[in-house]
Every structure is written in structure tokens, then in C-alpha cells.
């Protein structure tokens, strides 16, 4: 047996034993399809990489030890054994399941050993991602299923780099592998919303950085930061939903009220989100409180972490650098805006 598949037996067996119930359950069969897949990964430094990946992938999988490079030498990023094979998952990796109460910004919440509260679950097997979410929207709560194109395993495995994650330009892999790459080395356990706006911040930094040092990458940056403005005038969208829908919640307004409200505000939502996209996209709002949330974790502190990057000097890595210096278990909001000499505000994580 090969030493990472070993590391895998002992990684899935320290989690089952912590688990609880149905949780172990759950943490062995999605750590046992991991190590299935893993029998099917191509080594990036294989000769065979063009004949079996393909010439058009394995072109762009070669920029993948230079971004690995980059993340550690420029952005204080540890990817470990990451990144150095492909695995072709023929669509998403996996499928993550949300849940939100329909009349409050709370997030339903599953806890796992080590990595404690977290406000999505994963899937590997869509249907069993179908199932969680029939069971939770049974308890009257509103539910989300999403693909997930990446993910990090936080050190646990060695993650490989997965068809979905090159479906975009270089730019989109520069991206996803920082961000993933940050949750590999800057992590909080519960602080869910925090870990992905930092995951968020750094890749967004990162990618403009590494785009800008590689000559043959400048036409790629122009439309990068095109692409990160529009994308930054739909989260801002969003988040006004997300402090729209609260105060609303909040409100002593009948519950009846609240519901006719609360359609209102998705559908004047969605008119503006629809203002903000290609004219050739359908896209829509999901119009629940699921949704809102599972974005608005992506963002919500990213101003904060440009405010901590100006106080520190030194860009991104200044900023992982800070990070990585504070307890596993410490509070990152309030450590940050100490550091800001602002009010701590625990309750927001």
C-alpha cells in the first residue's frame, strides 16, 4: 500500500472515532470513496499525462507546480503534498448540502471532530446529497444542494486537482488553488464564514499577483479583475439582501407578513441581479435564505481583511502570516480587529 492511501486509513479512522452516530457513518463512507478515487489519480510528472488527461488539460495542469510554487514562496501558503496528481471526476467532485430556518439568517449546523460546526455538508453520491436535504427540509427548513467544483481536505489527504477545477481560463486555476490552498493552511474550527472570505481574499490578491509576474498571463489579468469587479457588484448585491432580509426577520411583523415581504424583496433581488450579468445568462437567485447565506460567507469579511492587509504592510502574505500566528482554536474576527483596534465582535462569526 502506498503511503498516501495509508495516511488516508489513519486520517479516516481518527475522524470515525471522534464522530458520533450517524456521523461516523458518514465520515467513513465519504472518506472511503476519497480513497477509491484516489486509485484512479495520474501523477502530474507522468509521462502519460497528455495520452490520458489530454493535451488541452495537461496543458494547463503544467502551470500547476509553478502556482504551487508561487502560493508558497510569495503568499506564506502550505500546500503540502496537494496538487500533484489529476483525477478526472467526470463533472463536480461532490455535492454540498445547506439549510436555513425560512424565517431567520441561521444556518443549520453539523459538527464534526477536529473541525468543529461547519454550515454545509459534503456528498460525494448525489442522491445521498438528495436525501440529506429531503431530511432536513422535513423538518421545515430550507434547503440548498450545490455542486462543489473544489474542495480542501485541510491537510487531512492529499487532495488532487480535479477536472472541474479546470473548466475556466489559467486565471480560474490560479484562483481555486490558492483558495483551497488557504483553507489547507489558514484554518479556524467554527468559524466557517471567516475561514471562506479569508480563502476568498487571499486567492483574489494571489491570482492578480502571479497573473502579473508571468508575461504570457497579462491578457488574462485585464480580464480577471473585469471579471472580479462585476462579480464584486453582485456580492455587494447580496449582502444588502442578506442585512435586508435580517432587519425583516427581526421585525415584530406578523409571520404572514414576513413571507409576502420576503418574496418582495427576492423578486426586486433577482431583477437587479439579472441587471448584472451577461445579457446571454439565465441565471437566477435561489430565493432562500440558504442561498443567501452559503454566499455570503464567501464575502462577508474580505473588507475587514483589506483593512488588516493595510495595517500589516506586506500584502497577502502579511496577512497569512498573522493568521497562522494565532491559536487553532482562537477567535480570527476578534483577533482581527483588535489588531485594527476596533470592538471585538465574537457573536458576528
Known sequence: MKRPRLRVLVALTAFAVGAAGCQA?????QGFHQLNLGAKEIPLDSPALDSQAGAGVAQKLRWVPEILRFARERLALEPGDSYRTYLDTKGPVS???TAS????????????PLIGAVPYKGYFDPADAAAEAERLRKLGLETLVTPVMAFSTLGWFDDPVVASMLEGSVADLVDVIIHETTHRTVYFP???SFNESCATFIARRGTVEFLGSHE????LLAEYLESHEAALRREQLLLRLRNDLDALYRSPAPEAQKLLRKAEMFATANAAYRSLLDRRSNATLAASNAFVLSVARYHEYEHLLDDLEKELGG???AVVTFLRGLPSH???LNAVQRRLGRTEGE???
Open 315 to 317: 500584502g497577502p502574505a
Open 101 to 112: 430556518h425560512p424565517l431567520a439568517l441561521a444556518a443549520y449546523q453539523w459538527r464534526f
Open 330 to 332: 482562537s477567535n480570527p
Open 347 to 349: 457573536s458576528q462569526l
Open 190 to 192: 467554527g468559524a466557517s
Open 25 to 29: 457513518g458518514y465520515v467513513l463512507r
Open 95 to 97: 455535492h454540498a448540502v
Open 216 to 219: 504570457s498571463l497579462q491578457p
